[in-house]
Structures are given as structure tokens and as C-alpha cells.
């Protein structure tokens, strides 16, 4: 079985420009999460997806970031402009339904804005 | 890949010798609480596990320890090789049917050969 993917593993681009980030979860996993990690501090939880829906979006920093799960199956993360202060490194994971099930994390995109 | 240490409490061991990695958590009403490993270039991965109406649980060569008394976690590691070098993340849930997890801000294990 697959494991969560994500896409690319690392991208620089300069502020103001435009950034998608990809996540493939594991197939039949409903749950989809996003979280972020900057430099030298802890992963913090950015949203939840169940399926297509947004279940929890309170850990969006601000409105440059949109997150989209059409039809419940890969995730997308777009920054638009991205800042200096949005690089770090960005994991998805994904987990079935049920209480408190296992998350599995995908590798990390690991994004640069210079 | 990322450069994880930066900033990081780091412990330094020598292999062999058993390491107890320290985590306090942040909410009282936290009920599910777990420990993950991130090796650099990849993500979190699942270590083992703890419910609150638990104080103790052990896996293979790892311990983990809850007080929630003092809202305190650690992990014990059990004869620490080389490969365990990496960053530990303790990180708790609410019973609330998901997975959204409050992370700590992690420490780096150092395991000399």
C-alpha cells in the first residue's frame, strides 16, 4: 500500500509569486490534514479535510493560503502571494475514520520563499 | 533535506545507554497522546501511544510515560542505537473522533556510535 505523498518535495520562489502544493493521501483514508512546521519551531495543525469537506480550517494563518479537496481524494494547498515568513516545511496526513486513528505523514514539501 | 535541529533541545547519548526524551503538553483535557520520530527529509512517524486512563504503555524498546497531574510526557528508549537519532515529537489529541494534533517543539536525539 502507498503511502501519503506529497508534490514537490521542495520549491523556491521568490515573494509575491504563487505556490501549489500537492498531497495524495492513502487511498480510503476520509481524513486529510495539513500542518506546517517553520524553521526551528513546532508542527503546527493548519486544517482538516473529511472527504471534500473543510472540517476544521482554524489553523489557516491568513487568507493567502486556500486549500481544495475536490471529490474527497488528492488535496491541494495554494499560497498566493507567498511572504518570506511562509517558508518551512509542509506536511500532509491522512487516517481513516475513526477515533483517534493512526495519521501518516507524507515527507514534507519543503518550501522556500526568497 | 530540513535542517530539523535548529533551535532544538538536543540530547546527546552514547549507544547502548537508554534515553528518556521530556515533553509538557499544553491542554488539561488532552485524552490521547502520542509519540512521533522525524528523521531528516521525512515526515512525522508514529512511535507508539498513550490514552489518559493510562499512566504507563510499552512497546518494543520504548516506554512511554503520562502524569497528568503535572500535564507531563516522556519517552524512554531502551539501549539507544545510531538509527534512533532523529527528532521526537510528543503530540496530543482531544477524544474527539479525529486526529488533529497539538504538537511540542521536539527534541533532537544524538546517538554517538
Known amino acids: 500500500e502507498a503511502g501519503v505523498t506529497q508534490f514537490p518535495s521542495h520549491s523556491v520562489i521568490e515573494k509575491g509569486q504563487t505556490v501549489t502544493l500537492r498531497c495524495d493521501p492513502i487511498?480510503?483514508?476520509?481524513?486529510l490534514y495539513w500542518y506546517r512546521r517553520v524553521m526551528g519551531k513546532e508542527i503546527k495543525f493548519l486544517l482538516h479535510f473529511v472527504k471534500e469537506s473543510k472540517q476544521d480550517e482554524s489553523g489557516m494563518p491568513n487568507n493567502r493560503f486556500l486549500a481544495e479537496r475536490t471529490g474527497g481524494t488528492y488535496s491541494t494547498l495554494k499560497v498566493q502571494p507567498a511572504e518570506l515568513e511562509d517558508s518551512g516545511v509542509y506536511f500532509c496526513?491522512?487516517?481513516?475514520?475513526?477515533?483517534?486513528?493512526?495519521?501518516?505523514f507524507g515527507q514534507g514539501t519543503r518550501l522556500t520563499v526568497v | 533535506g530540513e535542517s530539523v535541529g535548529l533551535h532544538l533541545p538536543t540530547l546527546s547519548v552514547q549507544e547502548g545507554d537508554n534515553s528518556i526524551i521530556n515533553c509538557a503538553y499544553s491542554n488539561s483535557a488532552s485524552d490521547y497522546f502520542i509519540w512521533y520520530k522525524q528523521e531528516s527529509g521525512k515526515g512525522p512517524q508514529f512511535i507508539i501511544d498513550?490514552?489518559?486512563?493510562?499512566d504507563k504503555r510499552q512497546g518494543q524498546r520504548v516506554t512511554v510515560l503520562l502524569n497528568k497531574t503535572v500535564k507531563h510526557l516522556s519517552l524512554q528508549i531502551a539501549a539507544t542505537q545510531p538509527g534512533d537519532s532523529a527528532v521526537y515529537f510528543c503530540a496530543e489529541t482531544l477524544n474527539s473522533g479525529y486526529s488533529t494534533l497539538t504538537f511540542g517543539k521536539g527534541t533532537m536525539l544524538l546517538v554517538s556510535p
Open positions: 498513550i490514552r489518559s486512563n493510562m
Open positions: 487511498s480510503g483514508h476520509d481524513n
Open positions: 496526513a491522512s487516517s481513516r475514520t475513526g477515533r483517534n486513528t493512526e495519521a501518516f
